[in-house]
């Protein structure tokens, strides 16, 4: 891909691509994310043939989870509880409370230490003998698990 090229799609993709950013993040952030990842589209211009829209799109929303994983979870939580109604983020912490007690007790360790504890994915792993792989699948079981159970009860 030329350099003329590149500025042609670059021009005809950043409002698409920002309007993907915003989905996960401010837009101060959704900005950054957009530039980082034009940036690295720059440098793979020899390497990239037209279109790139689909690359484009993947990198954006790839970039923005894992600006969203780097926040410490303790943060994301409460930030959105914030928004809503005291009484109502109580009652709702109590009902998943109650229902990662009734997940096998891996899956309720796992949980507890990383999203209540705040602890990154390496420290789970050594604190419970684990690779961090095993972890990460048992950590998305549990979360299947939790959304399932809610969904049945609650929605």
Not at 25 to 46: F, G, K, N, P
């Amino acid at each position: 891909m030329t350099q003329e090229e590149y500025k042609g799609e670059v021009q005809r993709l950043r409002p698409r691509l920002l309007l993907t950013a915003r989905r996960f993040l401010s837009d101060d952030d959704a900005e950054d994310v957009v530039q980082d990842v034009l940036l690295r589209l720059w440098q793979m211009t020899d390497s990239l043939r037209m279109p790139i829209d689909a690359l484009a799109t993947v990198l954006v929303r790839n970039f923005c989870v894992d600006r969203l994983r780097r926040q410490r979870p303790a943060q994301a939580l409460t930030a959105a509880y914030e928004q809503a109604d005291d009484s109502e983020t109580d009652e709702r912490m109590e009902r998943i409370l109650a229902m990662i007690d009734t997940l096998p007790t891996m899956q309720q360790t796992i949980l507890r230490l990383r999203h209540i504890e705040g602890m990154e994915m390496k420290e789970v792993a050594e604190l419970t003998g684990s690779s961090e792989v095993a972890i990460r699948k048992a950590l998305s079981r549990a979360r299947q698990a939790l959304r399932q159970q809610y969904q049945k009860r609650y929605e």
